[in-house]
């Protein structure tokens, strides 16, 4: 089956072949891999590729999946999702609000207070696992609504540490009101 990508903001041609039960022979844009696989638990997984051992920690993040492999992020997309999304008029809230961990995690520092203003690219929470810190950081200026977390707090992807309202809509709403 042929896919096509979107990986860190670069959009790749993938080829998928199945080639037996937990194993699948890959190309993606020019490179040949054969990868074997097995499910740890929900958000974590053994891979062989091309004879290397990995493991790799796998969340939702939004619209695509963020994948963890030797201390690197990689924001994975449906390339074809992503430009009917942009295609589609966006309104006001359309996008996300929510700070959440990329994989399951001890939070190990929160650096906003619900009321606080933020920056796009601000750090709010740093999370810890397996000794890999990862930052997450506000998505867009706003002001943070709640902070869901505290150090010490086992997370998972999906949880919603921090709620961030876009400083866009915040002016909408107070101009009409």
């Known amino acids: 089956m042929e896919y096509r990508l979107k990986i860190n903001e670069e959009t790749f041609p993938v080829e998928l072949e199945n080639d037996g039960e937990e194993k699948i022979k890959a190309v993606i844009g020019e490179k040949k891999f054969d990868v074997s696989f097995s499910a740890v638990n929900d958000h974590q997984l053994h891979l062989v590729i091309n004879g290397q051992r990995i493991n790799a920690y796998v969340g939702d993040q939004n619209d695509g999946k963020i994948i963890m492999i030797r201390g690197k992020s990689y924001f ?7 430009e009917q999304t942009k295609t589609r008029k966006k309104g006001p809230g359309s996008s996300p609000s929510e700070v959440t961990p990329p994989m399951p995690a001890v939070v190990i520092a929160v650096s ?3 009321g606080d203003s933020v920056k796009k690219g601000q750090t709010v929470v740093i999370v810890s696992a397996m000794k890999m810190e990862t930052t997450l950081n506000a998505p867009f200026d706003g002001t943070v609504k709640k902070v869901n977390v505290a150090e010490g707090d086992k997370v998972m992807p999906g949880d919603i540490l921090v709620d961030i309202e876009k400083t866009e809509i915040k002016e909408a709403v107070s101009s009409v009101l």
């Open 76 to 82: 994975v997309q449906d390339a074809e999702r992503v």
């Open 112 to 114: 906003v207070v619900e």
